[in-house]
Every structure is written in C-alpha cells, then in structure tokens.
T-cell receptor, first 114, second 114 residues
Framework: DTAVSQTPKYLVTQMGNDKSIKCEQN?????MYWYKQDSKKFLKIMFS???????INETVPNRFSPKSPDKAHLNLHINSLELGDSAVYFC?????????????FGQGTRLTVV | AQSVAQPEDQVNVAEGNPLTVKCTYS??????LFWYVQYPNRGLQFLLK??????LVKGSYGFEAEFNKSQTSFHLKKPSALVSDSALYFC????????????FGKGTMLLVSP
C-alpha cells in the first residue's frame, strides 16, 4: 500500500509539449511538496502546499504550475517543456508544515525532454 | 542562508566495518537535521532526525547520527556495514519562517564491499 505515489514513473516527451505529473498520498498528511533532482543528484524544493494552499514557491519558472485539488493530491503541470526540464521530480508529504517534521517521498518521475 | 555540506562524494567500506558519512551544517538558530537514503531508481527514505535533546539519535536499519553543536556536524554512523547499505545518502537541514523547507546536501554515495 504505497504511501506517496506518483504517476507516471517515466515520461519522455518532445520540447514544447505540455505534460502533467500526478501525486497522491494516503498518509493523511497536511503538507505536500515537489522536489527536483538534477542529473548530478542535487535536490531542490520547488513548491510546498499546506491544506491545499501554496506556501512555498522557490523561484521556479511560471511554466510550472502546481495544483492541489485536495490535501491528498498535488499535481504538477509543465507547459512548453524545455531540454533543461529533464530531471527526476519527486513528490513528498509531511504530517504538517513544521520544521521538525520529516517528509515521505514518492518514487519519482523521470522526465526526459527530447 | 542555511546550507548543508557533505564533503565526500563517495565512501567505501568493507562489510562488517563501521561506517561514517559526514555532514556539516550552517544555520541561524537551532538546527533541525535529517538523514535520508536513496536506493537506485527509488525515492528518498527517511532515516533519522535531530530536533532537540540527546545528541545521539538512533534511526532505521541500525543507523545513528551524532549532533555536535560546537563542530556544527551531524555525521551518520553505523557500527557494522552491510552490502545492502550501499546507496546514496543525503543530509538535510530544515529551515523557514515557521514552515518546513528541506535544504539537502549534494549526497554521498556509500559503497559497501563484500
């Protein structure tokens, strides 16, 4: 019973396309995140939502638009994909937005833009 | 600015030997420190965290970490390494104005040889 699940696991698409990645958590957590891991394995936060409200937006191009229909879901839509968007995108959730709270990660979506 | 440094790209250890993966941090205020592990093609798994209290924190899979305020370090340790411990290890610090944002180190690859 997967705690944080994201789909698809792999996504190969052409430049200029629009794509979405879906994320769901069944942990009853209030807070969800999107992280980007680049080819050097460096991890950086992109967005954070708490109870469907955006609380963190870390200098991400506005081609990236997160949407949280409810607190169990946080989807990521990307417009006009560029080669530099190729990365692994991780969804995560935590019980609340407190600084002492650990995050639980999905398995990642490997996005390849060609 | 908050930051985390993992000075080693890779740590090699023989099975059965003790292992240490190093992490130093720079934060203003009290640090909230975390260790995560990433197995190949998987998401990150939470290992342990330091919030307050005892400087030696015990976590999953026999790992522990020691918080050292004077040296601003939070090294990950295990008394006896297993081949299955081979993975990418991330140290992270939580910061924010009342909400959590994890800043990750660059990661250290741990290779345990039989």
């Amino acid at each position: 019973d997967t705690a944080v699940s994201q789909t698809p696991k792999y996504l190969v698409t052409q430049m200029g396309n629009d794509k979405s990645i879906k994320c769901e958590q069944n942990l009853g957590h209030d807070t969800m995140y999107w992280y980007k891991q680049d080819s050097k394995k460096f991890l950086k936060i992109m967005f954070s939502y708490n109870n469907k409200e955006l609380i963190i937006n870390e200098t991400v191009p506005n081609r990236f638009s997160p949407k949280s229909p409810d607190k169990a879901h946080l989807n990521l839509h990307i417009n006009s994909l560029e080669l530099g968007d190729s990365a692994v995108y991780f969804c995560a959730s935590s019980q609340n937005q407190g600084m002492n709270t650990e995050a639980f990660f999905g398995q990642g979506t490997r996005l390849t833009v060609v | 600015a908050q930051s985390v440094a993992q000075p080693e790209d890779q740590v090699n250890v023989a099975e059965g030997n003790p292992l240490t993966v190093k992490c130093t941090y720079s934060v203003s205020g009290n640090p909230y420190l975390f260790w995560y592990v990433q197995y190949p093609n998987r998401g990150l798994q939470f290992l342990l965290k330091y919030i307050t209290g005892d400087n030696l924190v015990k976590g999953s899979y026999g790992f522990e970490a020691e918080f050292n305020k004077s040296q601003t370090s939070f090294h990950l340790k295990k008394p006896s390494a297993l081949v299955s411990d081979s993975a990418l290890y991330f140290c992270a610090v939580s910061y924010g104005q009342g909400y959590s944002t994890l800043t990750f180190g660059k990661g250290t690859m741990l290779l345990v040889s039989p």
